[in-house]
């Protein structure tokens, strides 16, 4: 069984558009990340959130908004795309051991290669 | 504040040589450590973690890493290398508390045959 999943696993799009991702895991984790991955392979963490907080990196534009349906879920919402939007897109999970902490280790989705032309 | 250095982009080694990945981190706290590793088109996978226990911690496929306090180090090693081995390593640092963990900007090993 998939750990943790994301769909799409491509998504091409054009500018300006809105577009939705997609993150499920099934080990019963509290916290959950959304990280962008750029083409020489830097990780950058966006989002950590669990069921009591959502942590925003100052740097993500507004555009970006995650959406958590329940604990098991956390979709990530991109408004207006850019070209600069173009790239891999991770979703991960841990277990939180009380207070969101990020010493856990984070189990990582397939990932989602955006594309904006 | 924390931060992570992996000191080399890219390391070219032989089949059946060593390998030596290396890390270095900051942090204000205890640090909870970590080595990911990539391979092509795939997500992250860990292969060790350190959380103050033991300080030689021993991974899968081989891998170990040693936290040396005095060095703010935590390099990863592996006695021989395996064309399977190729990938990009991650080190991250993170602390109890933190809601952020810090990633390296990665390392890309090469395994020639």
């Known amino acids: 069984d998939t750990a943790v999943s994301q769909t799409p696993k491509y998504l091409v799009t054009q500018m300006g558009n809105d577009k939705s991702i997609k993150c499920e895991q099934n080990?019963?984790?509290?916290?959950m990340y959304w990280y962008k991955q750029d083409s020489k392979k830097f990780l950058k963490i966006m989002f950590s959130y669990n069921n009591k907080e959502l942590i925003i990196n100052e740097t993500v534009p507004n555009r970006f908004s995650p959406k958590s349906p329940d604990k098991a879920h956390l979709n990530l919402h991109i408004n207006s795309l850019e070209l600069g939007d173009s790239a891999v897109y991770f979703c991960?999970?841990?277990?939180?051991?009380?207070?969101?902490?990020?010493?856990?280790?984070?189990?990582f989705g397939p990932g989602t290669r955006l594309t904006v032309l | 504040a924390q931060s992570v250095t992996q000191l080399d982009s890219h390391v070219s080694v032989s089949e059946g040589t060593p390998v030596l990945l290396r890390c270095n981190y900051s942090?204000?706290?205890?640090?909870?450590l970590f080595w990911y590793v990539q391979h092509p088109n795939k997500g992250l996978q860990l292969l060790l973690k350190y959380t103050s226990a033991a300080t030689l911690v021993k991974g899968i496929n081989g891998f170990e890493a040693e936290f040396k306090k005095s060095e703010t180090s935590f390099h990863l090693t592996k006695p021989s290398a395996h064309m399977s081995d190729a990938a990009e390593y991650f080190c991250?640092?993170?602390?109890?508390?933190?809601?952020?963990?810090?990633f390296g900007r990665g390392t890309s090993l090469i395994v020639h045959p």
């Open positions: 942090s204000s706290y205890s640090p909870s």
């Open positions: 991960a999970s841990s277990q939180d051991q009380g207070q969101g902490i990020s010493t856990d280790t984070q189990y």
């Open positions: 080990l019963g984790h509290d916290t």
């Open positions: 991250v640092v993170s602390y109890w508390g933190s809601y952020i963990p810090t």
